[in-house]
């Protein structure tokens, strides 16, 4: 790209955003056109866009939503002779004054690379340890890194030639994309800037037991993807999932079975939240929420990585069966 006004488009995704809908295409300026697609909303939402003036894409409710579905539909909609870059950003967030200008210029002056993302905030963190959470999860250092999240500004060419996201991944989708961008030769960067501000609403153990689950469920299908060398891509954090949340406690109850005394072995995970709470202060709350829920996670991931391995195996075996 040498154009110093590069042409930027966007694509917002959502289901039921409400407030949160109303506030991300406000937040748009700069961006034209505006491509809102729709997974199944109820309350509105679509109404809304096209009041606003947003291109609207309603996703077909016969097939499975997911994250990627819907962006790859908002960016199979961009006309491609009028469109440079592009910001995708979910609907439960707004985009930083100032961002799409700071973005757009270092992609501008760095031809090599295919997406800016910047910082994502929790919008309320004191509303709940959940959305504290969040808020650490978002704070990743700047500079050239091998993923990104949801809400990037992409140039088009690239994610066209890389084949746009994977529709049949439930999550990290992201990341998967940028593992076949870099192999084509781009980089992702990380700028230090603000970029989005996110509304996550988590209020309940269960919503992020949940979201935690998927995440693990994204290493599972992410490593059987990517996982061979050398890109090795979440092939180290499926098998911590896999030791910590499923191995480690099996053998610990077996051991017990046999002798009582095994059982004090359970004692390895507060110390393993001890080591991991160190890393960011002793001294600090959030550093052992982070530490406590780090590691009660892992119990999550594993689910998740079981459930993605169990699926496969029965689709396998249901292929094995029809073949046969």
Not at 159 to 181: F, H, M, Q, S
Request: some cysteine.
């Amino acid at each position: 790209m040498t154009s110093a006004h590069p042409r930027i488009a966007a694509v917002v995704i959502g289901r039921n955003e409400g407030a949160r809908l109303r506030a991300c295409l406000a937040s748009l300026e700069g961006a034209s056109p505006v491509i809102y697609v729709d997974s199944g909303s109820t309350d509105g939402s679509d109404a809304h866009a096209r009041s606003t003036g947003a291109r609207v894409i309603d996703l077909d409710t016969t097939r499975p939503f997911t994250a990627a579905r819907a962006r790859n539909a908002g960016l199979a909609a961009l006309n491609r002779s009028e469109t440079d870059l592009v910001q995708l950003v979910d609907g439960d967030c707004t985009v930083e004054p100032g961002w799409l200008a700071t973005a757009s210029a270092y992609l501008n002056a760095h031809p090599d690379t295919a997406i800016a993302c910047g910082r994502r905030r929790e919008d309320h963190p004191e509303a709940s340890l959940y959305n504290r959470l969040c808020d650490i999860e978002w704070n990743t250092p700047p500079g050239d890194t091998r993923a990104c999240g949801g809400d990037i500004l992409a140039r088009l060419s690239a994610l066209d030639a890389a084949g746009l996201y994977r529709d049949d991944l439930i999550a990290g989708e992201e990341p998967e994309l940028c593992v076949r961008l870099r192999r084509q030769g781009w980089k992702i960067h990380r700028l230090d800037a603000p970029m989005t501000r996110h509304d996550a609403r988590m209020t309940r153990l269960g919503q992020w037991w949940k979201r935690t689950r998927r995440a693990g469920h994204a290493f599972a299908e992410g490593a059987h993807l990517h996982g061979a060398p050398p890109e090795r891509h979440w092939v180290a954090e499926t098998r911590c999932a896999l030791l910590w949340g499923a191995a480690l406690p099996l053998a610990i109850l077996i051991a017990g079975l046999i002798h009582p005394a095994a059982l004090l072995l359970t004692l390895i995970y507060p110390l393993q939240v001890a080591r991991l709470a160190a890393r960011r202060g002793l001294t600090s709350r959030a550093a052992w929420e982070w530490a406590a829920f780090t590691v009660l996670g892992k119990f999550a991931e594993a689910q998740g990585a079981l459930q993605f391995h169990a699926s496969r195996l029965l689709r396998r075996r249901a292929t094995l069966i029809e073949y046969r």
